[in-house]
């Protein structure tokens, strides 16, 4: 089992950047695909970003591509998500996620360990 903690969140404005940090404990993240989520307030829980087991292939949701960008580093545990250019609409609780399959999955679904979530709020 791993356990997952985000941090690195807050208030920015619009057009600012954030950078969201997930720390991993219990097992090493190389056994995952590890992913990005966010929820809104009034709205399910949606795909952001998300990587391999061993980093090389990312996987981004069409409203974030180009603008976020995620990372992995297997030695130390943790994986990254930087987000530039940020929108209001980028208003969330963003979470970490840790996937058993080899897949970098963007359902929810097949996301087995997920970490507390992260709020961001981007001012406008």
């Known amino acids: 089992q791993v356990q997952l903690v985000e941090s690195g969140g807050g208030l920015v404005q619009a057009g600012g950047s954030l950078r969201l940090s997930c720390a991993a404990s219990g097992r090493t993240i190389s056994s995952y695909t590890m992913g990005w989520f966010r929820r809104a307030p009034g709205k399910e829980r949606e795909f952001v970003a998300g990587?391999?087991?061993?980093?090389?292939?990312?996987r981004y949701d069409d409203s974030v591509r180009g603008r976020f960008t995620t990372s992995r580093d297997n030695a130390s545990n943790t994986v990254l998500l930087h987000m530039n250019s940020l929108e209001p609409e980028g208003t969330a609780v963003y979470y970490c996620a840790a996937s058993r399959a080899y897949v970098t999955g963007t359902n929810e679904y097949v996301y087995d360990y997920w970490g507390q979530g992260t709020q961001v709020t981007v001012s406008s």
């Open positions: 990587t391999n087991r061993g980093g090389g292939i990312t």
